[in-house]
T-cell receptor, first 113, second 110 residues
Framework: GAGVSQSPRYKVAKRGQDVALRCDPI?????LFWYQQALGQGPEFLTY????????KSGLPSDRFFAERPEGSVSTLKIQRTQQEDSAVYLC???????????FGSGTRLTVV | DAKTTQPTSMDCAEGRAANLPCNHS???????VYWYRQIHSQGPQYIIH???NNETNEMASLIITEDRKSSTLILPHATLRDTAVYYC???????????FGGGTRLMVKP
């Protein structure tokens, strides 16, 4: 597609539930990033892939967060045993490489109740 | 990556130029200045970036001071659709992640 696609657009989860958020990057984009954006704040880095390799996961807030990109295209961010503090917009971005500008998706708004 | 300082909010009249300042006094010689904006309920959108020369594209102009310690993003004829949060970011061009600060909330008013 023409842009980065994220699904679902909105997700409501009960506390303790596991969730999976999907990102379809622009075709051919090697680099893929996940960001978390709390209400009223700027996006914060979570993790980075180059093709299928996860090169940086330093921003993942706890071991309940897990991301994968097994075939170097679609990526999934999984959050286990969701907590209220996980409520945020999760943004995915992709680029041709580290030296290029990013294209962001519209995000998934996760609300944990 | 160097930290940036931006005003929290600014207003601009529709049709006038919007000048958004950014201070990055600790920028190093090989760090670029990037600008992104985020319209409500959307992901951030790339606007422009530069190293030391002024840059212009179809969206905006970027003016970087000679000492590179500050820059200004110029939207020459602001429209209501330019209402957004504007983020100034400095990073090594070979670096991987963007580090967002709080940004400037620009309100374009009729």
């Amino acid at each position: 597609g023409a842009g980065v696609s994220q699904s679902p657009r909105y997700k409501v989860a009960k506390r303790g539930q596991d969730v999976a958020l999907r990102c379809d990057p622009i075709s051919g984009h090697v680099s893929l990033f996940w960001y978390q954006q709390a209400l009223g704040q700027g996006p914060e880095f979570l993790t980075y892939f180059q093709n299928e390799a996860q090169l940086d996961k330093s921003g993942l807030p706890s071991d309940r967060f897990f991301a994968e990109r097994p075939e170097g295209s679609v990526s999934t961010l999984k959050i286990q045993r969701t907590q209220q503090e996980d409520s945020a917009v999760y943004l995915c971005a992709s680029s041709f490489g580290a030296t290029y500008g990013y294209t962001f998706g519209s995000g998934t708004r996760l609300t944990v109740v | 990556d160097a930290k940036t300082t931006q005003p929290t909010s600014m207003d601009c009249a529709e049709g006038r130029a919007a000048n958004l300042p950014c201070n990055h006094s600790t920028i190093s010689g090989n760090e670029y200045v990037y600008w992104y904006r985020q319209i409500h309920s959307q992901g951030p959108q790339y606007i422009i970036h530069g190293l030391k020369n002024n840059e212009t594209n179809e969206m905006a102009s970027l003016i970087i001071t000679e000492d590179r310690k500050s820059s200004t993003l110029i939207l020459p004829h602001a429209t209501l659709r330019d209402t957004a949060v504007y983020y100034c970011i400095v990073r090594f061009n070979a670096g991987n992640m963007l580090t967002f600060g709080g940004g400037t909330r620009l309100m374009v008013k009729p």
